[in-house]
């Protein structure tokens, strides 16, 4: 039996090739839940939670079913970074990047559970049933944007930098670069809070950093777990 096969029924090599199913299904079901809503309810749009009540109120009340199929999307989406989050940290771990691992760990699972929170609090506002919240509806859309958008990011943020910064060395340079980048853009969209001019941070840092985590489980995946 050669080398290379050994290593493939390794088993402390199949969580790094897991890496890259967990970072995939991540991608796709947020992909799948941005998509869910112009297919099952053509012409409508999320509404930019700074515009005006009638295009929230419109949304909400014409896209219900379409926004609820979506929030499960998501919740997958999070649920697959909740899972990929120990396996870097432990990856992190083996390279005796031990204090960057737990960094890694908490980044990871605090953007799942905010992006979960997300989820579940936009589809408690079009849950089966529910009465019109009338203007309050406006306010109540703010909740899944603001965990969805600065407060996952500052905890992405943290994830990245974990990963990055505790790598530095083992990753290829650009690699590691392009991490530290997308970690500070991430963190330049919380300030989203106080001003709307830091919107764009959250796109960029979202789906720029799903390729990076993409590029990132296929590395690990192939290099080799050293002892």
């Known amino acids: 039996m050669t080398l290379n096969a050994t290593r493939s029924l390794d088993p402390a090599n199949r969580p790094a090739k897991s890496l890259i199913v967990l970072t995939a299904l991540h991608f796709a079901f947020f992909f799948a839940s941005l998509i869910a809503i112009p297919i099952l309810a053509p ?5 930019n939670p700074f515009g005006n009540d009638s295009e929230v109120r419109t949304f909400f009340l014409t896209a219900a079913s379409a926004i609820r199929l979506s929030d499960f999307l998501q919740l997958a989406s999070a649920l697959c970074l909740a899972a990929l989050s120990p396996l870097l940290s432990d990856r992190l771990s083996s390279m005796s990047r031990g204090s960057y691992s737990r960094l890694t760990l908490a980044g990871g699972l605090g953007a799942a559970i905010m992006l979960s929170l997300s989820a579940l609090f936009s589809w408690a506002i079009v849950s ?27 905890f992405f943020a943290i ?69």
């Open 43 to 47: 012409g409508s749009r999320i509404p």
């Open 128 to 154: 089966p049933g529910n009465a019109d919240l009338g203007p309050a509806l406006h306010a109540f859309q703010f909740l899944p944007f603001l965990l969805g958008g600065p407060a996952w990011a500052g």
């Open 159 to 227: 994830f990245l930098a974990g990963i990055s910064v505790g790598a530095r060395g083992i990753l290829p340079g650009w690699l590691t670069g392009t991490g530290l980048f997308l970690a500070c853009v991430s963190a330049l969209a919380t300030p989203v809070l106080l001003s709307i001019l830091f919107s764009p941070c959250l796109p960029i840092a979202r789906f720029l950093g799903f390729l990076w985590l993409i590029a990132l489980s296929i590395y690990l995946a192939r290099r080799p777990v050293t002892a």
